[in-house]
Each structure stands twice: as C-alpha cells, then as structure tokens.
C-alpha cells in the first residue's frame, strides 16, 4: 500500500515528498495544476476543503493535509529515519516550535504575498501589503536563520526542519537581489546540502531545477 501526495512541483508538496523519500515510504505524486486552479476545483475540496496543496492520501485511504502535521506525522509513522527527534530527546521542543512558528509565522504570510487580491482590492492598496507582507517573511526567515545551530538546523543533525525551511527560502519571497545570500546564508548552505543528499537529489531538482 502507497501514500498518495497530491501537489505541485516547487509548492508546498516539496517538503512531503521529501520526508516521505527520506522515510523510505512508498508512494505515488498526482500533480494538481495551480496554474488551472485546480486545488480549488470541487474534485480537489473533497480532499482539502480548504483548496490548497499538498493533501495526503495515508495507505488505509484517510486523508490528511497540513505540511507541519504530515511532517510530524511522516517522522511518527517511520521513526527509523529519525526525521525528529523522539519524545523526550534533546531538541524535540525547540524541533516543534519551529516547525510551528514556519507554519503559522510564515506560511499563513505567502498566502497574503501570492494571493494578495483575496485580502485587499486592486485599488485598495494590493501593492502595499503585497510588499508588507514581503518584509515580514523576510524578517520571519531572518528568525528562523537565528535558531539554525548549523550546519543543520538542529545540532544533532539532519532533520525535517531542514527539508521545511529550505523551501521556504526557496520562494519567490525571497529570491530577489542576493538577498538571500546576505541574510540566510545557513539556510542556503542547508538547501545546497540538501540538493546533495542522495535521497534528496531528484526531488529537489524536480521542484527547485533553478537552485
Ligand atoms: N496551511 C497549509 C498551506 C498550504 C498552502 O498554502 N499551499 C499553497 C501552495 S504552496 C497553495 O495550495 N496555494 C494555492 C491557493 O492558495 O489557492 C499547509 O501548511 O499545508
């Protein structure tokens, strides 16, 4: 039996993929085409009744959505890849909180950057807090750079944390003007390990082929 990941490349999707890869779990990838909207199409809703990717259909069939839970999920599900630290160990609680804080911090924030049209209209000032929002997910990933003990972001070494703010860098939000380079550099050189990682490799050049 295989999980089945629905998404898109470059989307949320990545991180899933990449936990279900390093779990060594089986599954299949159904694109869902956001360029045709289709994660809002009533077929999409009757898995995430909230139109967005990526959902999770679980071998026994039950769907589950929300990157920070599947990746809690994921990790529960196949200990052996130590995807996070297990309960009670060194780090667990920091490895929760900040995969909380990208969820709720950050996440919520690209949708407002991409999608500024379902806040505010066109001449109500759309480009002002598309730029506002901008800044705080900049400012938000300076955090995140703040509590990565490097060259992982946990010190005990590679971790779902890793392949959740990878992605996140490697959004449109903060891909202009070496930005990036100047003030997440321990995420860069994370998202570049990652690229490196045997199981990670293929995803990551199907989802990032731009670096
Ligand atoms: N809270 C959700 C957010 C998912 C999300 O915003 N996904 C984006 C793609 S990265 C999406 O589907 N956007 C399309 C839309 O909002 O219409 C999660 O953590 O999974």
Same mark, same amino acid.
């Given at each position: 039996m295989k999980y089945i990941l629905y998404g898109e490349n470059g989307s949320g999707a990545f991180c899933v993929e990449a936990a279900l890869a390093e779990a060594g779990a089986a599954f299949e990838f159904e694109n869902i085409d956001m360029s045709k909207d289709e994660q809002r199409s009533p077929e999409f809703r009757v898995l995430n009744p909230s139109g967005k990717v990526p959902a999770l259909k679980l071998p026994s069939g039950e769907i589950v959505t929300e990157t920070s839970a599947l990746l809690n999920l994921i990790a529960e599900r196949h200990p052996a890849s130590h995807l996070l630290p297990a309960p009670e160990a060194p780090e667990r609680a920091q490895a929760l909180r900040w995969i909380a804080v990208m969820a709720s911090e950050l996440y919520t924030m690209v949708e407002i950057a991409a999608y500024t049209a379902r806040f505010v209209a066109a001449h109500k000032g759309a480009a002002v807090l598309k730029l506002s929002a901008k800044r705080r997910i900049r400012e938000r990933m300076a955090a995140v750079e703040q509590a990565v003990a490097g060259p992982w972001f946990l010190s005990r070494g590679f971790s779902a944390l890793d392949i959740y703010a990878a992605m996140f860098s490697r959004? @449109?939000?903060? @891909?202009?003007?070496?930005w990036r380079e100047e003030h997440i550099p321990q995420l860069c050189a994370i998202a570049a390990a990652l690229a490196e990682r045997p199981s990670l490799t293929a995803i990551w050049n199907r989802h990032f082929p731009n670096g």
């Open positions: 959004w @449109r939000e903060c @891909r202009s003007e070496g």
